[in-house]
């Protein structure tokens, strides 16, 4: 084994770049497929809606339309979606592909046209009439779980479509004992993932073979395809999935869509090719919105800031329909709130409501609010105590021999240092001389977040928590007949650079060379059922499943190299580089032999293979990571403000992290500053805005802003990596901790400053008027003599 | 209608309504498909060509518009010095991810580096700022934009 691990740390160049940069990539829209149609769907302009009549009759009189159906034609074809999976406090929702009376969300589907192009389709939808008994709307979610709200789904009954509740120890009791209360509330704005490649699909039907290819950006082909045969009646083998170059996903290219189905419909309905691309406004107003919460914890505490006992109460928004378990996005913030932080008493309320919004599923780190409402809450503890806010977490702090520890969510935290991040961190932004202070002009504060990363989740958690289906992943590899390695994964890319990285590990895995190592991904036929990319399991599902099964490449090709040395054991004999060496203190020795030519031995020579080996060189392995693995990190900023303006400038930025084994620094680099800028975006600058009527006023680029370069500081990042002892090559993932640590660093960096006008906020974005405001009523309120 | 126009240095007649837009024509009709469009109101930057060897918001052009034009698409013929420059600069610093916005970037910066050989760091910043990314953060593409522009400048030296 010592011969390993050569490839795996180096930080090359992606090989996916070359036709990234050369204009040769192939996403979905540059897919050309002869003779398909083009389709557009009519969304509702109201929030709430009776439809009492389409009339179709002039769009389908323009010249090159082939279609136009509504959610009634449709039924006949597809099956409702149910999702109700076993779990305490969920109510089962069901919705079919398209509405057939009633539109719950501005946006929401009403009819879709198939045209010979799609300007023809644009224009004959804007010849549908339809008519609308426009309903009341419900758009925010405290208003939605009041009694006398307008109900979203009247199937339920009510607009509680979820409500969990955990309880470690005695909470109630701590609280109800302790020296000191001390409260604080979150409350983080709608958010859209809006990656720059708006979703759209190719669908084809072989009326012949009767099968159904599906081109589409997908994170997860195989989970995709399961869904479209339960929709459509069919069976797996009559499906195949597609998933090209992907233009981001951020986790909105996961579920199946109801557009996307619709296609899939239409196509085997027609006998045609099918294809649809979404639009901006279209993606801004209903593809996918996120991270809509509201938290608010009570935390017992001594008079030194010791939390003794905390409880989490939290509200999600979860839009109109259910495209995941409700319960699924909050209940992993309640689990992992107390991360690194030991506290035996601990409990949550999670309540979900439903609103007549677009639906939300998981974007990059759903459960990103966890990190600012902990941090945050230790920080209004050393505030009201007068205590120092690092201080105030090394006395709650895990110490390094208490772990593994079992956190009061049920998880088991492990291989993590959390000390020595912060510390480090502390040191790097000169935290020991900062003091929150004002010149006059400006507003100084400096924000800490200490971040524990759920990464992968294995199929453990999912039975634990209740929530459903598998964490394992699937890897095949191939020694072709020329000796290069062919591997797959059911994980696809969208930019994270898998081609590359998992070449590397193949590479070490075998013992051949990267160059030596294709990997294909993305394709349900070609690559391993496997759950998909999604959180951080990049990384140990897909590259642990590949090592894994590279190991037992490896042992494969020396069994089959020994025999053709004549020998009846492996022991001394090694892969380098893709040749068979003999390994020898201090070096190695050529032995003649190479991966083609035990290739060509395997594929066209069986009979030269020792006894009991079957010819042909495939393989294939699952891999089930641990329940959970994690990965930790301190995030610290220093920000100033502006008195006369509130504009917000961060003026270091710096993240700690320990994301266990590196594969390729430059592609890590890559995803960590990226996922701290979308963290940033998300935190001063994005904003999914509903008015009462349940409008959307926010679905261009124009009011939907997510950062430019003007808005993304420098991010230092320090890395202070310690391996996995659970996982292969000691992995653990990273990518979306950037995301955690950026909202509290700088939500807290914010409120350091805002405390020398007694000021403090609680909602994000922290927008200019928004800081404005908490500073000047800040300060109107200290010029009245009442506490901040 | 038929317009004639210039792309990537071939002279192309192609048949449009007035309605079509460049972006369109390009990708669907003349099969350049290097040409991203990511929210057709001229915000996202991803469809930036080189009209007349200025950067243009394809989703904002009409096609007819292009009648006895030059367009340069990032497919565009032989590469320019300064693209060539900037695609090795992107590949090293791994100045993109997903790889959508990136065309837009490259056609920018082609003829930003060309017309700017002196750029400093404040100058790029202030042109990168029309062109969204979701994924890199900006700051491996500003670093890659300036190794590029000293690369090129080393070139000129010599």
């Known amino acids: 084994m010592s011969e390993r691990e050569a490839y795996v740390g180096q930080p090359r160049p992606r090989r996916e770049d070359h036709r990234l940069l050369a204009g040769l990539a192939r996403y979905v829209d540059d897919i050309k497929v002869a003779g398909a149609l083009h389709a557009a769907f009519l969304r509702s302009p109201h929030g709430h809606a009776r439809i009492v009549s389409i009339d179709v009759t002039a769009a389908l009189e323009l010249l090159g339309v082939v279609t136009v159906v509504t959610g009634e034609d449709l039924a006949e074809d597809v099956t409702d979606l149910t999702v109700a999976p076993p779990i305490e406090g969920l109510r089962p929702t069901s919705m079919p592909v398209m509405p ?41 979610m405290f208003a939605a779980l009041r009694d006398d709200s307008v109900l979203v789904d009247e199937a339920l009954g009510t607009n509680l479509v979820a409500r969990r509740v955990h309880r470690a120890g005695d909470p109630e009791a701590r609280l109800a004992a302790a020296p000191r209360v001390i409260e604080a509330e979150f409350h983080q704005q709608r958010q859209t993932h ?24 997908s994170q997860v082909p195989h989970p ?51 294809r649809w691309k979404e639009d901006r406004m279209e993606n801004l107003l209903a593809a996918c919105h996120a991270r809509e919460q509201w938290c608010r914890t009570r935390a017992a505490v001594d008079d030194t800031g010791r939390i003794l006992g905390l409880t989490l109460e939290m509200v999600e928004d979860f839009g ?113 001389a900062h003091r929150p202070h004002d010149d006059g002009r400006y507003l100084y504060g400096l924000g800490l977040c200490n971040v524990v990363e759920s990464t992968t989740y294995g199929s453990r958690f999912y039975k634990n928590s209740g929530i459903g289906g598998s964490g394992h992943e699937a890897a095949r590899i191939i020694v072709e007949p020329d000796g290069t390695v062919s591997a797959s994964v059911g994980m696809a890319a969208a930019g994270q650079g898998y081609e590359t990285t998992f070449a590397q590990v193949v590479a070490d895995g075998v013992g051949v060379r990267p160059d030596d190592v294709a990997v294909t991904l993305g394709h349900s036929d070609t690559s391993p059922y496997g759950m998909g990319s999604r959180g951080g399991r990049g990384a140990t599902a897909g590259g642990g499943a590949l090592y894994l099964c590279a190991a037992e490449v490896r042992a494969h090709l020396l069994r089959l190299a020994a025999h053709r040395l004549g020998l009846n054991a492996t022991d001394g004999l090694g892969l380098r580089d893709g040749r068979i060496v003999w390994v020898r203190a201090g070096g190695s020795e050529e032995t003649g032999l190479d991966v083609a030519d035990l290739a060509r031995t395997a594929y066209f020579d069986p009979l030269a293979l020792p006894e009991g080996m079957r010819p042909g060189l495939e393989f294939y392995r699952t891999y089930d990571p641990p329940p959970m693995t ?8 220093r920000v100033r403000i502006a008195r006369e303006t509130g504009r917000l400038e961060i003026l270091d930025y710096l993240v700690v992290e320990n994301c266990g084994t ?12 990226g996922a701290v800028a979308m963290g940033l975006s998300g935190t001063l600058l994005e904003n999914v805005v509903y008015d009462q009527a349940g409008r959307n006023l926010s679905a261009t680029f124009a009011d939907y802003t997510i950062a430019t370069v003007a808005d993304i500081p420098a991010i230092r990042i320090i890395a202070r990596a310690t391996p996995s002892s659970r996982t292969p090559l000691g992995l653990k993932g990273m990518a979306e901790g950037g995301v955690m640590g950026a909202i509290g660093a700088v939500a807290n960096a914010v409120n350091d400053a805002l405390s020398v006008v007694g000021a403090q906020v609680t909602c994000l974005p922290l927008t200019p008027m928004r800081l404005h405001a908490a500073i000047h009523d800040g300060i109107g309120r200290a010029a009245q003599g009442q506490e901040g | 209608m038929i317009i004639s126009l210039t792309v990537n240095g071939e002279v192309r007649d192609v048949a449009v309504e007035p309605h079509y837009l460049l972006s369109d024509v390009l990708r669907d009709r003349l099969d350049l498909t290097a040409t991203h469009v990511g929210c057709e109101q001229g915000i996202c930057g991803a469809c930036t060509v080189l009209v007349d060897g200025q950067p243009a918001r394809a989703c904002l052009l009409f096609a007819v518009q292009m009648e006895g034009h030059a367009v340069t698409t990032l497919e565009g013929g032989a590469p320019s010095v300064e693209l060539r420059a900037l695609r090795a600069a992107f590949h090293t610093h791994h100045a993109q991810q997903c790889g959508f916005c990136t065309p837009g970037i490259l056609m920018t910066f082609a003829a930003y580096l060309r017309d700017h050989p002196d750029c400093d760091e404040a100058g790029v910043r202030a042109v990168l700022g029309g062109n969204l990314c979701r994924c890199t953060g900006y700051g491996p593409i500003v670093r890659a934009i300036m190794a590029a522009s000293a690369a090129l400048r080393e070139v000129a030296d010599v």
Not at chain 1, 662 to 673: E, F, R, S, T, Y
């Open chain 1, 224 to 274: 995709l395809r399961t869904q479209i045969v339960r929709r459509l009646g069919l069976r797996d083998s009559q499906v195949s999935v597609s998933s090209p170059d992907v233009g981001g996903s951020f986790g909105q290219k996961i579920a199946l869509y109801r557009e996307e189905l619709a296609i899939c419909a239409l196509a085997r309905r027609l006998g045609r090719p099918v």
């Open chain 1, 320 to 432: 109109a329909y259910c495209f995941y378990p409700a319960n699924y996005i909050s209940e992993v913030v309640g689990i992992i709130l107390t991360g690194q932080y030991g506290i035996a008493d601990y409990g949550y309320e999670i309540r979900v409501a439903l609103t007549n919004k677009c639906g939300v599923g998981p974007m990059r780190a759903p459960m990103a609010m966890a990190s600012w409402v902990m941090e945050g809450t230790l920080d209004v503890i050393a505030r009201r105590l007068g205590l120092d806010p690092a201080e105030v977490r090394r006395r709650n702090m895990l110490a390094d021999q208490a772990l593994p520890y079992v956190m009061p969510g049920g998880e088991t935290l492990l291989d993590v240092n959390c000390a020595e991040t912060m510390e480090t961190a502390l040191d790097e932004i000169g935290y020991a």
């Open chain 1, 100 to 140: 057939v009376d009633r539109v719950r969300f501005q946006g929401d589907l009403v009819a879709c046209v198939v045209a010979a192009d799609r300007y023809v389709a644009e224009e004959a939808m804007e010849r549908i009439v339809v008519e609308y008994a426009e309903l009341p709307a419900v758009s925010d």
């Open chain 1, 630 to 637: 994690f990965s930790n990190s301190t995030h610290a900023c």
């Open chain 1, 662 to 673: 590196v594969i390729n620094p430059l592609v890590v680099h890559g995803q960590q500053a």
């Open chain 1, 194 to 217: 809006a990656p720059i490649e708006t979703r759209g699909c190719i669908a084809q039907w072989d009326p012949g073979r009767e099968h159904l290819t599906l081109v589409i950006g």
